[in-house]
DNA sequence: TAAATAGTGTCTCTCAGACAGTATGAG
DNA sequence: CTCATACTGTCTGAGAGACACTATTTA
């Protein structure tokens, strides 16, 4: 693919730019933080008789400066030498959002040595799982380009080894990034190795198209880790509003695991991490769906 | 406690190296890997017919310079320039036990300001899992004083309350650590909070006997994340030599998990993730047990 | 033969998958 | 009445907890 350079404010290319940046005042690597920040929303159906479905958002930022000038990245930022990577990881997202009473957990702190053209960068990834209704508000029209992705994650190419004592396993993650106007994509090759008694996750980057840095390695760290832990965990629930219906619920599982369940089954999991209320939906075009609330009282093990 | 303050080769007690120590010429956080490198070991039983006690060991390694001269902390030293985080913590895991053929993975990164009395540090820590037997040879005389000590871990005091939507989990975890000679102990009390849409897990260090730094922090949580792990991956396997019977796998799910379990359940279980060899046990006192290896073939959803 | 561990058979209970069947409001 | 979704009942099979039972070696 065959490009004309982009320039950025100062009229440097991403080249002339990294030829005048001077690494070598750094001797030690910067920390930085990267927010995933996910939330789910409606799409609307075309039937009024139909219920909306849902799908899965993530916040990406247009960076408007050299590397990747361009290209959609995570939002983050530097720690600086007063927070903590925490408070850090908090400043960002309420910039982003506007919201700082969400979810939000330690993902995975990323330390290869050329992540980042400029200089030596490490950096540690969060997740925040947001409830779009009580969104809705900002995020998309922040000085820097901020908009939501719709995310889709699917798994390729499973390949599975065995030779002696060692044994592999292969496989590709395709994901896309879509909105209105945009359309990104990216592969990550993860690769579990077992060889003698060392044992190891790897992945890498085959193709990011206008994701910048390592940020779809992050992406699909993350979406595996939410995978995991909503059947055994009630973060689901973050990204859900104050009163909802279990059918409500269960589209927010299926469109994070990206598979159907059925409704007998999941009422029966779910049953003791909610509580009834007395209200329904209204005007629906069908049977009103009775309205639940989070049971604070559920532990998981 | 008063204590006579101990002082450093310079001569310096802990204060004043404090007030020598410029943490001005530092204006990013320095980054350091450190290591929980746990084994799992037989601790011999007076009576010729009784099988050894296993015991859950982590290694310690004694502080020479200030600040907690004389403590005991856990290996890990600074990422420098020109390695990756995984590198550096392979590297620690070299230095101290000779072996880097061993299970490692990434646990989390310890970011608050304050870890470090000397300046700002951020810490990523990494566990290792490492088979005696193969090990034996060294860690324990290095240069640095490295000792081997036997892990205990309780859970007290159990707290749960909810105020309308607000719930919280507080415990406390009592830690001990000992060898031949020295005992050291820990207490962490660990928050799982949740008020509003917010949600969060805080530990706080409420004792530390001759633990160095946030390091009893790291230890539970290290704790935790293996129990959690050796329920549904086959990373108990790393703790095993090649040959095994299946009473000392399950010795070692007993003392990590640090409760009893059912032995007709046990292997049900673990079924599928041996493979049988046709070797026995010898001179045991008592029926011969099947030797067992790891059957590479088994894969956790 | 006793001590001690190795290993199996089987009952029960729980829980998820599957699927058929009933319930209900809007138009 | 029909559509579309809400919600329930129940059969099945997998798997864990519990516990009694058999097997095998050495001193």
Redesign the interface.
Known sequence: MERIPLRDRQGLTEEEFLQTYDPSI??????TVDMLIFTVVDKQEENYRKLPNKSLKLLLVKRGVHPYLGQWALPGG??T??????D?ALRELRSETNI?????E?L??W???NRDPRT?V?S?SYMALV?ST?LELKAGDDAADARWFDLTYSLHDEK?T?Q????A?EYLVKMTFSNDTIILDATVKVMEK???????IESDLIESNGIAFDHAKMIQYAVKRLRNKIEYTD?AF?LMPELFTLSELQQVYEVILGKELLPAAFRRKIAGMVTETDQFTKDAGHRPARLF??N??W?FI
Chains 1, 2 share one sequence.
């Open positions: 750094f001797v030690r690597p910067s920390v530097f720690v030498h007063d927070e903590s990577v925490d850090a700082d009473n969400v979810y939000m330690q995975y702190t330390g290869e040595v030596r490490v540690c409830d009580s599975r065995t002696g004592n060692d044994a396993n077992k060889t003698g008694k060392s044992s190891r973060i973050n609330r989070f604070p009282n532990r």
